[in-house]
Nanobody, 122 residues
Framework: QVQLVESGGGLVQAGGSLRLSCAAS????????VGWFRQAPGKEREFVAR????????YYADSVKDRFTISRDNAKNTVYVQMNSLKPEDTAVYYC???????????????WGQGTQVTVSS
């Protein structure tokens, strides 16, 4: 069993930055893929970014390329997403999740956190 806890959300003005954290307990992220997803009010959950724990390879949705950076700290069993140049359309609840196989499809992720709210004002 894996427990994931997101933190770092809050209110920020357009153009500002936030850093979200995803802390894992119960099992290490080693040999897994860790993804970030988001869900805005009235919209379906969508893929944001993912990282391979071994090797550290990253992949981003087109909507966040060159603005968001995903990283990991293996000693802390924590994955981060640094979000810069935030836009109002980035407003959503952000979730981290763990997959055994990676990808950007929701069904490929087995464990999910409770989410953290990010609100970007214009």
């Amino acid at each position: 069993q894996v427990q994931l806890v997101e933190s770092g959300g809050g209110l920020v003005q357009a153009g500002g930055s936030l850093r979200l954290s995803c802390a894992a307990s119960g099992r290490t992220f080693s040999s897994y893929y860790v993804g970030w997803f988001r869900q805005a009010p009235g919209k379906e959950r969508e893929f944001v970014a993912r990282i391979t724990w071994s090797g550290g390879g990253t992949y981003y949705a087109d909507s966040v390329k060159d603005r968001f950076t995903i990283s990991r700290d293996n000693a802390k069993n924590t994955v981060y997403v640094q979000m810069n140049s935030l836009k109002p359309e980035d407003t959503a609840v952000y979730y981290c999740a763990v997959s055994r196989v990676g990808g950007s499809t929701l069904s490929l992720y087995d464990y999910w956190g409770q989410g953290t709210q990010v609100t970007v004002s214009s």
